[in-house]
């Protein structure tokens, strides 16, 4: 055990796992309590209503309740202060370690090893020579690998893109992603075994995938929303300025609370935008924008007047959603079927709305 394990934190720990999972049904609650995620997350920062970011220590007198409690706690920052590396809000792990459907003896490949915490779980119930964890930063897996191995925990850790997959040690009977993906990477397919589970953060959901045949799948989004972090790419950035000497076409959809009420489909038919509000002295939004990486940029201001520019018109994709849509739909009545040469998210029905997921890279 680690410097800072003593009872205070071992009693904190079983608290949290029990109300984790109070209706005790989860074969994954034991490893939440057996598991120090102190020990994985020595620090991390919060941030100011003023956007300042205070990195927290066990020195603070908050530490060890926010770690062992259900929150995504930021554990690494770019040099512009955006957030590269995260331990993720412990009630979505478990919803994901849950949905993955993985028994002891499995073996389990995860994208994004981050502090090594989700990796500790894994090994800790289905054994550390049954995983691999792959993060994009090297940093990240020096840590990862320092830590687990504090704990005596050994899984095969590396450092690339994730998106790959490991070959050498395929195949897989599962596959955890801890970063969202645009969709499900071909390498996964390649390296799964017959009837692998995939579980993966796509857009603002989390999708489960079952491998029925190489190269092919069926699944559904999970009930709960998820803001994973991005696996990392570059994007253009928004063309605000080009988009303010465009003419402006009125919507028949104003901005109003559109984007929040279709962010799961527009996550699916938009892969990869971001969106920004613009408020006045009141509070109330006065405009939304919203650009996707090949520098497509429209504002829609709260009068109704759009303003598009770039490649893609991304209002009349929002148009197209709120008519499809009443309110928000439910995360669970969306499908996926993939094929070698597609992938798809359908809508309650095979021949409802659908939307194509990017070709994976
Ligand atoms: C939410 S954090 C992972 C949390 C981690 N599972 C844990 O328990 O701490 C997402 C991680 O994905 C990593 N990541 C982003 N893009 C990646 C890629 N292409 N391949 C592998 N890891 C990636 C980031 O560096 C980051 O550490």
């Known amino acids: 055990m680690t410097w800072l394990d003593n009872d205070t934190a071992a009693a904190l720990r079983r608290e949290f796992a029990a109300a984790l999972d109070s209706a005790r049904t989860s074969a994954w609650t034991d490893a939440f309590a057996a598991v120090p995620r102190h020990a994985f997350v020595p620090t991390y920062y919060n941030q100011d209503r003023a956007g300042t970011w205070q990195r927290i220590g066990p020195e603070n007198p908050r530490y060890l309740k926010s770690v062992y409690s259900d929150h995504a706690l930021t554990t690494q920052l770019d040099q512009q202060g955006f957030p590269t590396s995260s331990s993720s809000e412990p009630s979505v792990m478990l919803a994901m370690l849950e949905a993955l459907d993985a028994h002891p003896g499995d073996t389990v490949l995860e994208l994004g090893t981050g502090t090594g915490y989700n990796a500790a779980l894994l090994c800790h119930r289905l054994?550390?020579?049954?995983?691999?964890?792959?993060?994009?930063?090297?940093?990240?897996?020096?840590?990862?690998?320092?830590?687990?191995?504090?704990?005596?925990?050994?899984?095969?850790?590396?450092?690339?893109?994730?998106?790959?997959?490991?070959?050498?040690?395929?195949?897989?009977?599962?596959?955890?992603?801890?970063?969202?993906?645009?969709?499900?990477?071909?390498?996964?397919?390649?390296?799964a075994a017959p009837?692998?589970?995939?579980?993966?953060?796509?857009?603002?959901?989390?999708?489960?995938?079952?491998?029925?045949?190489?190269?092919?799948?069926?699944?559904?989004?999970?009930?709960?929303?998820?803001?994973f972090m991005p696996r990392r790419t570059m994007s253009a950035p928004p063309a605000f300025d080009q988009a303010r000497e465009a003419e402006p076409t009125q919507t028949k959809t104003p901005p109003g609370d559109i984007l929040d009420r279709l962010r799961f489909p527009l996550s699916l038919a938009l892969p990869g935008h971001t969106t920004c509000s613009w408020r006045?002295?009141?509070?109330?939004?006065?405009?939304?924008?919203?650009?996707?990486?090949?520098?497509?940029t429209t504002t829609a201001h709260a009068s109704g007047a759009v303003r598009q520019v770039g490649p893609r018109r991304l209002w009349d994709t929002i148009e197209d959603l709120a008519e499809t849509f009443d309110g928000e739909p439910r995360r669970q009545d969306f499908h996926v079927n993939i094929t070698p040469s597609r992938q798809t998210v359908w809508y309650q029905t095979p021949d409802g709305p659908w939307w194509e997921l990017p070709q994976p890279s």
Not at 285 to 296: H, L, P, Q
């Open 127 to 191: 054994g550390e020579a049954n995983i691999t964890t792959i993060d994009i930063d090297p940093a990240l897996t020096s840590a990862a690998a320092q830590r687990l191995a504090d704990l005596d925990l050994h899984p095969f850790i590396t450092t690339g893109d994730g998106a790959r997959g490991w070959k050498d040690r395929a195949p897989y009977q599962r596959f955890l992603a801890t970063a969202a993906l645009r969709a499900i990477p071909t390498a996964f397919l390649e390296q």
């Open 280 to 296: 006045g002295e009141d509070g109330e939004v006065t405009a939304v924008g919203i650009w996707t990486e090949d520098g497509s």
């Open 195 to 227: 009837g692998a589970i995939i579980v993966a953060p796509i857009g603002y959901g989390i999708l489960r995938v079952t491998v029925t045949a190489p190269g092919h799948g069926t699944g559904w989004f999970l009930p709960i929303p998820a803001h």
